[in-house]
């Protein structure tokens, strides 16, 4: 059961020995001290706990287990609240005075419910309990030496770290962070470098041990464990101090998590409310901009509840395959921020709207979408396209936007007809850049200047009192949602700006809030808290900052591929930054 979570590293090694430190020089000059002896009293100056480290002669297996997502679920920033680059900036150290995600106690700290009321239930549901069970093992083997090891700051983590395991009852031998300065004055390029300066003290001071484990999530260091391993034995094979060791790196499935959004929204925004005050203490010359949370919205809709999201997916058959992608949670007002007018004429963000579903059509076989009318039919509203519908779903390549061509729809029968409620919100992704007090709090970061110093720019869309319904031969789907309305058809089926559900976000849109403001470069008088980002035209704020049912082809953060120089787009390794 346990080895099904675990991928054992023993295939060969063919990475060449520039990645790998010389095992050898870390304690043979360089890169420390050289030395002659090792002992458990030097060892045990590298842990954070208060305790006497087992004699040299007891033990014969050395247990090392990683921290975050290894043993802990840590929380990452997550990538449905903040864009790539905003993430790399949160996990870059450099960015932030305080050093950012990964040097700040207080996110860790802010897991689940928070210190407080997570340490008496012991974090439950934070752990990797596979990886709980076979510390608990290693607790009870006599002869084996175990060991937390992680590259968090030993400054700023040792006491959370001591609190976070003794509430689960785990009991190391040694509990090792990442010094500024290791015992014998070592400086260290990088946490692998750390980590493998440790181990080699640990290897060296237990010369009887003749096997290591090392379980870790990530496999740019797993592989690291591997070379730097086959390079101590190598070494010991030609210049031997205690002997080969047998070494098995596991590879652990790692188990990420994240923060409540707004305790995460909170707690970034008071890293940077930190960061700007520090700043604000620099010279006028050398002062650069204030740091400030901006929101980039792709589209505007009436978002649909998970529940009657399903009972609409329900009435049509998808095929399944990673080929078709599900949709089925809203209906496009705009793809961009939405314009104070039309906001108006829809209720503003939160309001809600009752609608019927009457119809249903597949387009080309590649779009599946819903038609829909309002409830009561004289409700006044406004969609992106020229009937009201619900796309449910899309084949690869095929767009939302190509929904508007759908002229022939498929009329329900009324026992399969039912009306189900919507609110009005904002599809969005947060951003951290400079403060620029020509651009409005919530302008979009790709918007049109061009349009925004016009005032215009927007295009034409379709709402309740100006379009035509297409032809419905089949049936009466959308002709109810027509009742009582007359007016010109304005634009309909393919047209060139309409991008239905697509991540539109930015174009058009008119959008001069902000200018004018005087912000002014040097003031740095900008202590926020998020009751600062509040209402936008007097409206109540209602983002939708979910990915479980993102438009297709919306950015909402990295999903892989290789890190930027930056500090990077992918989520999933962000812990190489710390």
Known sequence: MIAA?????????????????SAFGHFNGAGSQKRSHFTVTSLGRWSSLNKTLPAVDKISTIHVYDFD???????LPNSALWNGLTIGMLSNQDVFINSGWWHDNRIL????LGLDKEEPRAWEGFWNEKVVELVRLTMKQPDALCVLLTGRGEARFADLLRRIVASKHLEFDMLCLKPQVGPANQKFASTIKFKQELLTEIMETYKHAGEIRIYEDRPGHTQKFIDFLKDYNNTQRVRPTRGPIQAEIIQVTDTQTSLDPVVEVAQVQRMINEHNEAMRLQPLHLRPK????????????????????QRLLDLVKIPSGDST???????????RPCPPHILTKVGGLGSTMTWQVTGTACHHGSIWAACVTPVPASASFHTENPVPLVVLALKRGARPAEAAKINTWSALPPEKRFTF??????????????????????ESLHASKASKASGGGIKRKHNGDDWNPPKQPAADAAAAAVAGRGGGGGGRGGRTGGR???????RGGGRNG????????????????????????????????????????APTGPRGGKRGPNGGNNVTDLQSYY
């Open 5 to 21: 979570l675990f991928c054992r590293s023993r295939r060969p090694i063919t990475s060449s020995r520039a990645m790998a430190s």
């Open 69 to 75: 997502n290894t043993l802990f679920k840590t929380p």
């Open 109 to 112: 700290g802010a897991t689940g």
């Open 290 to 309: 204030a740091l400030r949370i901006k929101q980039q919205v792709f589209f505007t809709s009436y978002a649909i509840e998970r529940a009657d999201s």
């Open 325 to 335: 992608r599900v949709h089925g949670n809203n209906i496009i007002i705009v793809p």
């Open 421 to 442: 409620t919507t609110t009005v919100r904002e599809k969005a992704i947060l951003r951290v850049e400079a403060d620029d007090p020509r651009h409005a709090e919530y």
């Open 500 to 506: 239905g559900g697509q991540a539109a976000g930015g």
């Open 514 to 553: 902000g200018k004018g403001k005087g912000r002014g470069r040097g003031g740095f008088s900008h202590y926020r808290s998020l009751d600062d980002v509040g209402p936008r035209n007097a409206v109540p704020a209602e983002v939708n900052y979910d990915e479980a049912h993102p438009p297709a082809n």
